[in-house]
């Protein structure tokens, strides 16, 4: 047909491109994490506080732990009942910044933001690991690595010392050794059980969110037993994996129950998200979320210099599930950026001025990798390695939406679901392999578009991570 030659020229230009990817795949990689270690070198030199771009003040539990040598009581703060491993963590850095400064508690605090800074090293590491594992090469790996680098999410969760970036850390790792255990199985899988159950241990002890990789865990080894040889094997796994996981979490939580009478205890509101049978609270709320639209034009007025101030939780758009999540996890959604937007009385952070068209390409590209991932995760029933993968985005959302319907505010937070970031990106690339496959005309266009619109995404994102910082 007269459209051959131009379809068989894109089709030989992608194989090019994606020859060449392959060829300087270290190089390519080497800059993408060399301009993302500027971009958070940026955040770090722009932070208006010592202590970062926090939602909730983690910082004060670690203090408590260095002034009174003690873990702290739920009563001392606010986030003082979750479980410790934070503050754990923290103390050598926080101790180390007050010694090096002679009690200056703001170096101490600046030290305190090492920790969320390993942490997204940690992060980005497994997420790589995590797409090799499943043969991600080329283009594949270098878009999804990419946007795992520049996601505004991330970047700027790196210098935030809260349990949120530990947790997702810890999650994350554990994901990788429970997907490499599913797909090596015949390899025997007990090294990575060990670092499983670890994982899950100490994901249990930092929030009780942790405690869905656990339970990740037993579905798939119970399934496991069920369907496959050696079944004594895998049940030996499982008591591995649980032994390890007990003895590293499960001392909290016999204290809580001891104590409070109760296995999870929370101040406040977020008490209401841990009473699994309770209707009442979320028939109460459930009204006040739109789980249906997808407001970006609203989620861009937040950005207009002539917007009214206030905390973000009263603006309307905030209760448009689909809207808060995409706008917080590819900006800030005006949370750092304007001032008295975070909601603290004492309002730490002033307004920064991103230009709000910068905000919108970001946005609304944005939602192209969610396209992909979504034609990702349905074509990843047909692959049974990537069902425990499947399992675990689909448990852990179902748990973070029972969870935040029971909350009266601040419960729409994308940063609460980060550990499910590798999950997205592997379905994302999955899902961009499906579109570069088409052999028809408009096929080719299609998936040459798709690219160049990537390209843009990635270039987009780092400059907005950019302006944040230093405007």
């Known amino acids: 047909t ?3 030659p131009a379809v068989g020229r894109l089709v030989g230009s992608m194989q090019t491109l994606q020859r060449y990817c392959l060829r300087h795949e270290r190089m390519l990689l080497s800059w993408l994490v060399g301009l993302a270690v500027l971009l ?4 770090i030199i722009g932070s208006p506080t010592p202590f970062g771009y926090v939602y909730d003040f983690y910082q004060d539990a670690v203090a408590f732990v260095y002034d009174h040598h003690s873990l702290p009581p739920p009563s001392a703060c606010w986030i003082c009942a979750h479980p410790p491993l934070f503050w754990i963590v923290g103390a050598p850095f926080y101790a180390l910044g007050m010694a090096i400064s ?17 942490c997204d090293a940690l992060v980005v590491f497994y997420t790589y690991r995590l797409l090799r594992l499943y043969r991600q090469r080329g283009v594949f790996l270098l878009c999804a690595m990419g946007l795992c680098l520049f996601l505004p999410c991330l970047a700027i969760s790196s210098h935030a010392p809260e349990s949120d970036m530990l947790l997702t850390a810890l999650m994350v790792g554990g994901l990788f050794h429970l997907a490499r255990m599913h797909v090596r199985a015949r390899q025997g899988g007990w090294p990575d059980a060990g670092w499983l159950g670890l994982f899950s241990g100490l994901s249990a002890l930092t929030k009780y969110s942790g405690l869905l990789l656990l339970a990740a865990a037993g579905v798939l080894l119970l399934v496991r ?3 496959r040889p050696h ?6 796994q499982a008591a591995l994996v649980c032994t390890l996981a007990m003895t590293m979490g499960g001392a909290k939580y016999v204290y809580n129950h001891r104590v409070h009478h109760e296995w999870l205890v929370a101040n406040g509101s977020a008490q209401a998200g841990f009473d699994l049978l309770g209707l009442e609270a979320r028939a109460r709320n459930f009204r006040r979320y739109d789980f249906v639209s997808l407001r970006l034009p609203s989620a861009l007025e937040l950005f207009e210099p002539g917007h009214a101030s206030g905390v973000l939780t009263d603006q309307p758009v905030y209760w448009s599930v689909w809207t808060t999540l995409h706008t917080m996890a590819w900006t800030d959604m005006t949370m750092f950026s304007v001032h008295g ?20 390409s970001v946005l609304y590209l944005g939602l192209l990798p969610s396209v992909l991932a979504a034609v990702g995760f349905a074509l990843a029933w047909r692959r049974r390695s990537l069902w425990p993968l499947s399992w675990y985005a689909l448990s852990s959302s179902a748990a973070y939406a029972w969870w935040f319907v029971a909350q009266d505010e601040w419960a729409l937070k994308t940063k609460y679901v980060l550990f499910l970031l590798p999950v997205y990106l ?31 995404l990635l270039c987009g994102s780092a400059a907005y991570v950019g302006c944040f910082a230093l405007s």
């Open 40 to 43: 958070r070198a940026a955040l």
């Open 102 to 118: 002679h009690q200056n508690r703001a170096t101490a605090e600046q030290v305190l933001c090492v920790v969320p800074l390993l």
């Open 2 to 4: 007269p459209a051959a």
């Open 426 to 456: 592997l379905f994302a690339s999955l899902g961009l392999r499906r579109v570069l496959a088409a052999r028809s005309g408009f096929g080719r266009l299609v998936a040459h578009g798709t690219l160049a619109l990537l390209g843009a």
């Open 225 to 227: 037993s069920c369907t």
């Open 341 to 360: 937007r975070h909601g603290d009385p004492r309002q730490p952070y002033r307004s920064k001025h991103v230009p709000v068209m910068l905000v919108a």
């Open 231 to 236: 079944p004594l094997r895998t049940v030996a």
